[in-house]
T-cell receptor
Framework: TAGITQAPTSQILAAGRSMTLRCTQD?????MYWYRQDLGLGLRLIHY???????GKGEVPDGYSVSRANTDDFPLTLASAVPSQTSVYFC?????????????FGPGTRLLVL | GQNIDQPTEMTATEGAIVQINCTYQ??????LFWYQQHAGEAPTFLSY????GLEEKGRFSSFLSRSKGYSYLLLKELQMKDSASYLC??????????FGAGTTVTVRA
């Protein structure tokens, strides 16, 4: 069972360049999320999608955009990367927004912006 | 904003018990989750509390007091593989998860 996959695993990116982090889930979950994890700050929500065709802003959305064209895919785009976007990015999904269902996390993408 | 506090680090001996506390102040409450995260890996689900009281799952238990904005994760019979970071997360009125910074537990032989 694949669950959630993310690509690339890691990336070094020059400041000012654009990049799309890919996320795909095969569990037919309705909700998907993007987090960044920085030392000492924990996981912070960037953007989310409660169902295909809808997206919303999380705690730290500036500099990022997302789309949710179908149930399985939820790409995250950095239009013009800056060094402060150096982080580990996790994609997650859950069957529903509410209830006891947990969020399942992908393996993460480690991004270094120079 | 959301405020979720947990200790940064804890150390315990193999076979012992460790209790990780989490206090929270959030805009509403729709459940509290605990996750385990080994270094370099993704968080994985441990427990979920939405009502006051204790939830037990094998060696791991989680407690919630909504009136006090307080939870703890209890790890019993510690094993070396339990060395990891433990994340407390609260789901708010908008059904979004807010995470604490995590507690790194080191288990010594």
């Amino acid at each position: 069972t694949a669950g959630i996959t993310q690509a690339p695993t890691s990336q070094i990116l020059a400041a000012g360049r654009s990049m799309t982090l890919r996320c795909t889930q095969d569990m037919r979950h309705n909700a998907m999320y993007w987090y960044r994890q920085d030392l000492g700050l924990g996981l912070r929500l960037i953007h989310y999608s409660n169902t295909a065709g809808t997206t919303g802003k999380g705690e730290v959305p500036d500099g990022y955009s997302v789309s949710r064209a179908n149930t399985d895919d939820f790409p995250l785009t950095l239009a013009s990367a800056v060094p402060s976007q150096t982080s580990v990015y996790f994609c997650a999904s859950s069957e529903r927004v509410a209830g006891p269902e947990t969020q399942y996390f992908g393996p993460g993408t480690r991004l270094l912006v120079l | 904003g959301q405020n979720i506090d947990q200790p940064t680090e804890m150390t315990a001996t193999e076979g012992a018990i460790v209790q990780i506390n989490c206090t929270y102040q959030t805009s509403g409450f729709n459940g509290l989750f605990w996750y385990q995260q080994h270094a370099g890996e993704a968080p994985t689900f441990l427990s979920y509390n939405v009502l006051d009281g204790l939830e037990e799952k094998g060696r791991f238990s989680s407690f919630l007091s909504r009136s006090k904005g307080y939870s703890y994760l209890l790890l019993k019979e510690l094993q070396m593989k339990d060395s990891a970071s433990y994340l407390c997360a609260v789901r708010d009125d908008d059904y979004k998860l807010s995470f604490g910074a995590g507690t790194t537990v080191t288990v010594r032989a």
